[in-house]
């Protein structure tokens, strides 16, 4: 270690400042942290290479075997959707990180830090829900387009012209779509997050919703399912990114709404109990 | 300046924290002591506002500490070391605290220099060593400048040239006009430090005054006197009125006479004298005598101490018995209590 003094006058004095600490500056901290830390780098090339990367595969096994193909499988393909199914599989991934952005403070300790240099919560939780949403928005929207785009040249070394584009009806929303759904999932987790403070927990209850309520629903009569389904935070987020509306569904904007109440109800009970809850 | 008034917190069916009231000065080193889990942490929580108070308030400069344009200018503290995450680098660290206080980047660097970090900047605090942590933690509490600093336990983890370095930055910040408030369980340790002390005991305030006031007050004075008479010197003295117990080889120690007294009795029974002199009782002595009672967490004498220095006999009487009753009398400097090596608030007198 180097040596230590006790000189104070190597230390020059902090211009002033008016007002006071901005939402701003809160918003470049988390930044920072974001950054710094491996796991978010690690999280993002793993939300990438498998979003993507299962959407080339299934997009190249359809191309490769399409005279094999059956007749029904045939009139059920959707070349937007074969593209993107990869996304399913990538929002637990973007749970993980939405839920460790908040959980991560409390299991270091980081939170009691946190909250000594910005103790004004809403700050520091807008703060944080804003730059974890746009840096997932991002990835989410490279993921989708990326995965999209290969699909498709992919696809188009089929046989026959079974891929599509951008300019196709509905194809342009379902693939932004992807990207909204991508940070969507990720703010739920982080919701989630904010509540019970734990990264395992967080990350069980948010996939626990996404994945396996709707397998349970689908044990349920079908008369009564699909009724439920359409209410389904999962359904709703999976509408987004589909070109075709399912009998039992709202249209694509309406669903992926149900999807967007759960998450503004999740992340404004978080606020609630962070507000008032000993940090 | 800090000050606090009625301030009450309660966990469940417990007092953590009960109606303490006081306030600190500026310009001086200012100890808050009290055994483990008195709740001198949970205070520090309550005046930074990360946990709410059941009831009563705690001001920095005249606001709540949410109430602050710009907290971390205003107020530094240091409460765990450890409150980081390991996964990010000193710098990086440093740096996110300081946007959100607006505090430029090259104050990081400068920080990072006064507390000898400069060589580690760029590594993961994972790695460090429980000293490297503190001095990242008062890096972050000298970040803004702030005219009030706040320090939990900054000597824990670190080694004799450390807390000299503590020491000799909290005098320096004092000196300065600012106002110093740390908290210790080691009462030798702020007896070097401190100019005032705030003394708490399961939550509740049992002294606050100056170091000296304390220990007059609070430790009765003993004479030390060495004679190759003992016995003939402790006759007399019991004689006289005194209580003298055996101070090791041709050594007496002597409560309730004056060293005149001593002197006068000695010279009645025409006992030669070596050594005369008046032993002022240490902080760590008066302090354990006051907070006999409040020790949160005490050992039996039955159920052995964690740390194997109780004795092997029972006490008189038999009853519960503080194992930090048990620094022989009459010694000065007496060890620091069991606890010294424990890190946390609540494990060191339990097991």
Redesign the interface.
Known sequence: ??????E?A??????P?K????LM??I???F??IR????TYWTLLVLLVITIGIGVLVCWLTASHWNQASLSQKASFNPTSNSLVGLFFGQFVIVVLGSMTIT??YS?????????????RGVFYVAKAAVFTVIALIIGEIASFVAFFLGQVLLGTAPVHISTSLSSPHVLRAVVGGGLFVAACGLFAFGIGTMVRHTAAAISIAIGVLFVVPIIVNFLPSSWNNDILRFLPSEGGQAIWRTTQAAHEWPAWGEFGVFLAYTAAVLIGGYILFR?R?? | MIEVRGLTKRYGDKLAVDNLTFAVEPGKVTGFLGPNGAGKSTTM?LI?????PTSGEAMVHGKR??G??????EMG?L??A????????AY?HL??????????K??VD??L????????AKKRSKGFSLG?SQRLGIA?A?L??PQVLMFDEPVNGLDP??IR?IR??MQ??AA?GRTVFVSSHLMSEMESTAQDIIVIGRGKLIANTTIDKFIAENSTGTVKVRTPQVDELAKAVAAAGGTATSGGDEALVVQGLTTDQVGDVAFGAGVRLHELSTHRASLEQAFMELTADSVEYQATVQGGSPTGTAPAAPAPGGGRHAVTEEAPQGIPAAPPPPAHETQDEHAGRTN
């Open positions: 270690m180097a040596a230590v003094t006790t104070r190597q230390l020059s004095g902090l211009p400042v007002g006071r600490a901005s500056g809160t470049r901290s988390e920072t942290k710094s830390v491996r796991s991560a403070e270091t300790g980081m939170i009691r830090t946190s909250l000594t240099s910005m103790p004004r008032k000993d940090a | 929580r930074l506002g990360l946990d709410n500490y949410r602050l344009n710009y907290p971390m200018r503290a409460l765990e450890k409150a980081v995450h390991g996964g990010r680098s990086n740096l996110c605290l300081a946007q959100t206080n607006d505090i430029p090259r104050r400068e920080v220099g006064l507390v000898g970090l400069t060589e580690v490297m972050g000298l803004g400048d040239e450390g370095w000799n930055l320096a910040l300065e």
